[in-house]
C-alpha cells in the first residue's frame, strides 16, 4: 500500500488546517510575483532605474518558474513532500529578503528569478499534495480550498501589499514577505502531514507524463483558456476606457476578485460530482462575457455586471484545471502540475503578446473578440479531453 493510499484510508474527512496552510504558501507566491506591479514607481526610484526596467522583476520572476519548474519537479520526485515545501517556503523567505535590503538592480533581479523558481515549485506540489492529504471522492474538494489562494491574494493580499508600501515603503512590503514566509513554516512543520516520495519504478518522466491519456489535452485547454483569459485581463485598463470606467479600474478588479472567491466556493461544492460539466460550462459562459463585451463595451453598467460574471466564473477555473489534470495523471500528477504551471506562465505571455497586437493593430474594442476566438479553441479540446476522461473510467 502506498503512503498516498494510506492517508486516504486513515482520513475521514478533509484536514482543513493543513489545507490552509497550504493555501497560505499560494497566497504567498502570488504576491510576492504581482507586488511589484503596484510599487513600480517607489522601486524604479530606489533602485534609479526606469519603471519600464523596474517592472522586469515580474518578467523574470515569471521566466524563473517557466524555466526551472519542470525539472526541479522532475529530479526531486524522490524526497519527501514536506521537507521540499519547507525549503521552497524558506528560499522565499530569503529572497524577498535579498530583495528587501538589495540596492543593485541586477541582485534584485537574480533574487526575482530564484523567487520564481521556488514559486513553481511550490505550484507543482501544492494540487498533488492536497489530493493526497484527502480521502480520494474529495480530493478535488481538497484542490479547491487550496485553490482559494488565487481569488485571495488578488483581492486582498496584493493590495494589503501596496498600502504597505505605499505607506511604510516597498522594502518593507517585501521584508514583511520574508516575516510571513518563515511563520508559515512554523505553521506547516505543525498541522501539515509528511507524505513519501516516489520509489523509482514510480517516478514519472516528461515524455512518460504526456503519454498519459488526457494530459497533454488538459494543458492545451490550460493553454488557450489562459491566453484567453490575459488577452483582455493584460489590457484591461484600455477596455475600461472605452466605457469611462479606467479611472475605476481599482473597482472592477476587485469586483473581478470578490466574485471569484464565490466561483470557488460553488466550484469546492460540486468539484467531485460536475468537474467536466462546469469546466464546459465555464467556458461557454466566460465566452459569452467576452462577446458581451464586444458588444455593450461602451455601457458601464453591461460592463461592471460582467465583469462580476468573469471573476465568478474564473476564481474556479484554475481548480477545475488543476483537478482535471491530478485525476489523469494520477501518480504523475507533481510532474504534471509542473508542466501547467509552465503552460499556464506562457499563456500568461502570449496572452499579453497578442492582446498587445491588438490594441495596437485594432483598437481595445477587438479585444474581447480575440478573446473570443481562443475560448472557442479552449471549448473544442475541452470536447476531446472529456471523451478521453469518459473512455477512461469505463
Known sequence: MTSSSQSRQGAKGLPIGGLLALAMAGVITLMTEVMPAGLLQQISISLGVADSLAGQMITVYAAGSFLTAIPLITFTQKLRRRPLLLTAI?????????????????????????????GGMVWALL???AARL??????????????????????????????????AGWRLAFGSMSVLALALTIVIVAIVPDLSGQKQEQRFSVPDTLRIPGVLKILGMTLAFVIAHNILYTYVSPF???SGLSA????????????????????????????????????IVVAACALTFGLWKTSPLIVLVTAGLWGLIFGGVPTLLQTALAKAADGAADVAQA??????????????????????????GYLPWAMAAFLGATWLISLRSHAVELSAET
Open 90 to 118: 524558506v528560499g522565499f523567505a530569503v529572497v524577498n529578503a535579498v530583495t528587501a535590503v538589495s540596492s543593485n538592480f541586477m541582485l534584485t533581479l537574480a533574487a526575482r528569478f530564484l523567487a520564481g523558481a521556488f
Open 127 to 129: 494540487v498533488g499534495y
Open 134 to 167: 484527502a480521502p480520494s471522492h474529495l480530493a478535488g474538494r481538497a484542490i479547491a480550498i487550496v485553490g482559494i489562494c488565487t481569488p485571495l491574494a488578488f483581492s486582498f493580499g496584493v493590495p494589503a501589499g501596496t498600502f504597505i508600501g505605499t505607506l
Open 240 to 242: 475600461l476606457s472605452l
Open 248 to 283: 475605476r479600474a481599482d473597482m472592477v478588479l476587485f469586483v473581478f476578485g470578490i466574485a471569484g472567491i464565490a466561483g470557488l466556493w460553488v466550484v469546492g461544492t460540486f468539484i467531485d460530482r460536475k468537474l467536466w460539466p462546469m469546466m464546459q460550462a465555464s467556458i
Open 339 to 364: 508542466m501547467l504551471v509552465t503552460f499556464w506562465n506562457l499563456a500568461i505571455a502570449g496572452g499579453g503578446l497578442i492582446g498587445g497586437l491588438v490594441l495596437s493593430g485594432l483598437g481595445a
